[in-house]
């Protein structure tokens, strides 16, 4: 209702990166506030994702102390510490708002597939050009909330952090498939899958979509794997309807014909010249821009006629070259730790949910450091919250928050 009310007012948008960091801190405050009322007490329980994250802020802190500018990198400490989620859900009441955090992620990522759809009728009836010139400035710049993005449907962020964002409600309506025993439950998870692969088709997000293939592989574990066909049909059913999709699916393998895709390139390698630099704690958190001004007159750097320096949209090569060998330990530590969680899980029947979220799990979190391989997906803030959200769906804590006692309720018993 708060990030409604400011969209009308011309602040921000609903579904944007301001509107999931209100949403946080509402969560964090609500959850403070009732714990020092005594009505719902933040119960903190070990966890196994605990030496992880210790590992992870302690190798960031080492190399910003070491770095090119470390009162600047110190300054991202907001950014370092989106697990924060994580930990409310497993503390606050036990973890019975696990259930509910899953429903809310989920009714809100349908409502953006359902926005993005929208966007792409809005277009294709050829409304933009009808739009009073008012809407060009409303909520900053409220005109591309209405309308596609170089052809792409994009909700209220970026395509490219659209497509992250609603990844795993795809997954997980086609997990749901895979689970759905009778016919019309099939149906609505039919509809439920080609609503989200729709929009990530249509968001022409090339990352999303090879982490989509990824999520997909891994439900071939599944002992219904042969239901795959569907969505794979329907998927190939629209690339032959729609051309620009095909030419921009060809893009993956032919990059030298995709300004985008060239320019990754430029900016992969500037930012691997800029890691063997500083190959050990890197340059310091935020500090890749600067590195790369400093030693682009060096052998190995590659001019960047973009100019965009400070993002190597790559979550590993920037790692690597902000936070050295140990970050990137650290990166592939917290993204390993999920996915073997999720596989040990996905046939288990304890805890408080279904076997469809199971294996929606175990294909969200095979297919997100495939997504971080063409963009930084982890340090967005939309798609982190996602994933650490998520991640307290696993069996991570004590039983007090996973199943069997007293944190589960009867909502976790109904989901």
């Known amino acids: 209702m708060l990030s409604t009310a400011a969209f009308l007012t011309g602040f921000f948008p609903p579904l944007s990166i301001a509107g999931a960091n209100i949403a946080l801190f509402l969560f964090l405050g ?27 802020l302690a190798v960031w802190a080492l190399s910003s102390a070491l770095g090119m500018d470390p009162a600047k990198s110190f300054a ?32 809100g990522a349908g409502t953006a597939v359902a926005y993005g759809g929208l966007q792409y009728l809005t277009d294709l009836a050829g409304l933009p050009a009808r739009f009073p010139s008012f809407f060009q400035t409303w909520g900053g710049t409220g005109y591309n909330y209405l309308t596609l993005v170089t052809g792409r449907i994009h909700g209220a962020t970026h395509p490219l952090t659209y497509a992250e964002t609603i990844l795993p409600f795809f997954l997980m309506g086609t997990a749901a498939f895979l689970e759905a025993e009778e016919r ?18 249509l968001s022409q997000s090339r990352g999303p979509w090879l982490a989509a293939g990824v999520g ?20 190939g059913a629209v690339f032959l309807l ?29 930012t691997w010249q800029v890691a063997k630099r500083r190959p050990w704690f890197g340059v310091g958190a935020g500090c890749l821009k600067e590195a790369v001004e400093r030693y682009r007159v060096e052998p190995g750097f590659l001019p960047n006629p973009r100019g965009r320096n400070g993002d190597a949209h790559n979550q590993y090569l920037h790692h690597l070259a902000e936070r050295g060998a140990f970050g990137l330990a650290a990166l592939l530590l917290l993204f390993g730790l999920p996915l073997v969680l999720a596989l040990r899980g996905r046939s288990s029947r304890e805890g408080p949910f279904p076997g469809w979220v199971r ?3 175990l294909a969200s979190f095979a297919a997100f450091p495939i997504a971080n391989i063409t963009e930084r997906a982890f340090d967005a803030a939309v798609p982190a919250m996602v994933f650490w959200i998520l991640a307290s769906l696993l069996p991570v804590c004590s039983k007090t928050a996973d199943g069997g006692g007293p944190g589960r309720s009867e909502d976790a018993r109904r989901s």
């Not at 714990?35 to 590992?55: K, N, Q, S, Y």
């Not at 095909?246 to 992969?268: C, F, K, M, P, Y």
Request: net charge positive.
């Open 184 to 201: 019309n439950s099939q149906l609505k998870t039919i509809a439920w899958f080609s609503a989200g692969g729709a929009a990530l088709l």
């Open 216 to 235: 997909m592989a891994a439900l071939c574990l599944h002992p219904r794997r042969r239901r795959l066909i569907t969505p794979l049909a329907l998927a």
């Open 359 to 361: 294996w929606g799990l």
């Open 76 to 107: 991202k400490f907001g950014s370092q510490v989106r697990f924060l989620p994580f930990y409310l859900a497993l503390w606050v009441g036990g973890g019975r708002y696990r259930p509910l955090l899953l429903r809310g992620y989920l009714w």
């Open 30 to 56: 609500a959850a403070l506030a009732s714990h020092a009322l005594g009505r719902e007490r933040i119960v903190p329980a070990r966890t196994a994702f605990d030496v992880p994250l210790l590992f992870f």
């Open 242 to 270: 729609f051309p620009a999709l095909r030419q921009r699916g060809t893009t993956i393998v032919d990059t030298a014909n995709d300004e985008s895709a060239s320019h990754r390139l430029v900016l992969w390698n500037n």
